[in-house]
Nanobody, 125 residues
Framework: VQLQASGGGLVQPGGSLRLSCAAS????????MGWFRQAPGKEREFVAA????????AYRESVPGRFSISRVNSLNTVYLQMNSLKPEDTAVYYC???????????????????WGQGTQVTVSS
């Protein structure tokens, strides 16, 4: 499966963005999906994840209530809605997928087999 992330950009603190991750080459419903981010000089970190049927989702501690992950399998697309953005949310955001990941491993980047190219999110006034 190939993944294409989009929707990043420059936004002021308190603003919103919606990231999209479009899949091609296979059916998205076969894959557990995750969003990760990496800021300059920092390690890649988990942001959010969602199971194949959308019944399970998970978030890093700093984003519940601000970020929301969703998926529309019929469109082969996963979304990350980001509200109340803060400067510390600035990073390159990556989507990732894996066909056999279990929910308990959702935050582990090494568990994901496929990765998109990333989209830059910059939160600044």
């Amino acid at each position: 499966v190939q993944l294409q992330a989009s929707g990043g950009g420059l936004v002021q603190p308190g603003g919103s963005l919606r990231l999209s991750c479009a899949a091609s080459g296979d059916t998205l419903s076969n894959y557990f999906m995750g969003w990760f981010r990496q800021a300059p000089g920092k390690e890649r970190e988990f942001v959010a994840a969602i199971s194949q049927d959308g019944s399970f989702s998970a978030y890093r501690e700093s984003v519940p209530g601000r970020f929301s992950i969703s998926r529309v399998n019929s469109l082969n697309t996963v979304y990350l809605q980001m509200n109340s953005l803060k400067p510390e949310d600035t990073a390159v955001y990556y989507c990732a997928s894996d066909p056999v990941l279990s929910p308990g491993r959702a935050s582990k980047a090494d568990e994901y087999e496929y990765w998109g190219q990333g989209t830059q999110v910059t939160v600044s006034s």
